[in-house]
Structures are given as C-alpha cells and as structure tokens.
C-alpha cells in the first residue's frame, strides 16, 4: 500500500511538472510568434509568462531581453540579460548585450569586464577601446585604437578617437594626421574640422588652420566671436590681412571692454608690420584707459616703427613709469609688440 501510495505522488508530481514545462514551453512558442511578426510588447507578454512558469528558463530571459531592447526598453532589457547571465555565465549572447548595455549607458568599466568575457561578438576589440578612452587610460586605448584603426581604416569614429586619443596624451602633431583622415572620411562633420584647425594653429600652421575654420563653418560651426577670432588670427598670419581686419574689428566691436583681446589683436598686427592698423586698437584701449601701460608701450613701438622714433620712446618710458614691469620688453628692441 505504502509503495502505491509513493507512485501515486511519483506520478502526481510529473504530472505537475509536465504542465508546467508545457505551458512554459507554450508561452514561448507564442512569444517567438509575436517577435517574428514584430509586435514585441505582445511577444515580452508572452516571455513574461514562460518566466513564470519556469524561473529558470535562460532563452525566455534571453528573449524578452531582446524584444525589449527593440522596444527601447534599456532597464527592462538589462534585467532580462543579468538574469540570464546569473544563470549561465558563459550564455554568450547575455555576456554581448550586457557588454553593449554597459557601454550605452557609459559605465565603460563594468563594459571592458563583460568585453573581456566575450569570445566571438564583432564589437568587443571597439568597446574595450573606446572604453578605455573615455576612462581616460588613453596609452591602453592607443595601441587597441591603432589596431582597430589598421583594420578599418574607413571607419571615421575610430579614426577621429584615434585623433583625440593623441591629442589627449599631449602629441598633437601625433593627432594631425588622423584628424585629416577622419575629415576626409567625414567631411560633414563641422566639429572635427574646426578641432583641426584649432590644432594647427597651435602648431603655427596658419594656412592649414584658415582652411579647416572655414570648413567647420562651411558645414554648419556657429559663428562666435571664439570662431571669427581663431580664424581672424589664422588669416593675419598666413597673409590674408584684409579679411583678419575685417574679422577682428568685428570681434572687438563686439567685446569693446576686453583689453587683453585688444591688445593681443594690437600685437598681431604690429608683428605682420601694419603699425597703423596696430595702433588704432592701442587707441581704443587708451579711450578706456589712459593709463594702461602696456596699450602705451605698444603704441610706442608702432612709432618707433613708423620712424618717429623720440616720440615713441617717450611713450615707452611712460608706460614703463604706469607699469614697472615693462621694462623688461626694452631688451626685446622693438622686435615683437607684446
């Protein structure tokens, strides 16, 4: 009797667990339906359901995760993956979307740990890269860049990160030459264009940096004073003086009370020789403030320059009185303004 009654709960208990492996079975089916006809809320109704009956159920986890991820369910789609994930850590395509997640949602540690546990997903090298540059660990990232960027050498974003990653690390003439690749690649992208050009005129490439302003404008830079005053000095310095003029008068007709601007622009124009023009920024400085003496020492310079040598020395000796510290620029002998 007793044996009967232990194959009875036997039996009971299969019983039990068939139905609930078949109806999670079921409900998966179903879910796979609705996916493949792209009606995903339906379908992460149906997976939801599998879950239920069978808690343990990796493919309804890995499902739902996908289904949601579709629908733009990033919270909802990550939980299904970790899931999955506790449940089988090797689950390849849990490992690659966690990764991915983790690098969308810019915790680029915990996407470079996932990366690390991937063995065939296509992005893994170009997450572990560029997570390590946005973490700022960027002689990690130049090595597994110049990788990537050898393999695709057509790829923009890589080249362009490649270009920061350099620049970065301080080696902007490193920067250069992928900074030109990644505009080439992309000649739309207004931003790269004017980084360019702020980089060569760093470097004093004054031509270079003309063209790549003009470019960043081209296609859509906002035209700030910041903008018209890089590239005002760009064309000083490469010879394009009518349009530096033209720039820069704007800009400090804009930033009237901004000496050290005027200043600068005064000390621009006295190095390419065109005293006047000089001068008449020294002038402006003077309207506002008659005692600022390195406006004074200036102006003094471009009389010098200009052959009226007594009245600009004149002029330096008082503006060394209003200001001790110029006194130093006597041993320049007029060679550069300020």
């Not at 609705?34 to 599998?50: C, D, Q, T």
């Not at 010879?239 to 003029?245: L, P």
């Not at 002038?283 to 009389?303: H, R, V």
Request: charged share 25%.
């Amino acid at each position: 009797m007793k044996n009967i009654i232990t194959l009875i709960l036997a039996l009971s208990s299969y019983a039990a667990f068939s139905n609930t492996f078949d109806s999670s079975r079921y409900y998966f089916e179903k879910g796979l339906e609705e996916k493949s006809s792209k009606r995903y809320l339906v379908a992460s109704g149906y997976f939801k359901n599998a879950i239920k009956f069978n808690p343990a159920y990796i493919e309804a986890y890995i499902e739902n995760g996908l289904v949601n991820k579709e629908m733009r369910r990033t919270d909802e789609s990550k939980l299904n993956f970790t899931r999955a994930y506790e449940l089988d850590s090797k689950n390849e395509i849990a490992v690659t979307e966690l990764m991915e997640l983790y690098f969308n949602y810019r915790q680029y540690q915990q996407a470079i740990e996932f990366a690390k546990k991937c063995k065939i997903a296509p992005a893994r090298d170009r997450i572990v890269a560029l997570s390590y540059f946005q973490l700022e660990d960027y002689a990690r990232a130049e090595k597994l860049l110049l990788n990537l960027v050898s393999k695709n050498p057509k790829d923009a974003e890589l080249t362009y990160t490649t270009a920061r990653n350099y620049l970065e690390m301080g080696f902007e003439l490193k920067a250069i030459p992928y900074y030109v690749k990644a505009v080439e690649l992309l000649k739309t992208n207004a931003a790269w264009h004017y980084e360019l050009g702020l980089i060569y005129l760093n470097n004093e490439n004054f031509k270079a940096a003309s063209k790549s302003f003009t470019n960043a404008i081209n296609h859509g830079y906002a035209r700030n004073n910041d903008v018209n005053e890089n590239l005002g000095f760009a064309c000083l310095y490469s010879g394009e003086t009518e349009q530096a003029e033209k720039l820069l008068q704007d800009v400090v007709a804009k930033k009237p009370g901004d000496k050290e601007l005027i200043i600068n622009v005064a000390g621009a124009f006295y190095e390419m020789k065109m005293y006047d023009i000089s001068l008449e920024f020294c002038q402006k400085i003077l309207e506002l403030d008659m005692k600022d003496g390195k406006a004074l020492y200036q102006a003094g310079l471009c009389f010098q320059k200009k052959g009226q040598t007594e009245r600009g020395m004149q002029m330096c000796d008082k503006a060394i009185e209003l200001d001790p510290g110029l006194a130093r620029l006597k041993s320049k002998k007029m060679k550069m303004g300020l």
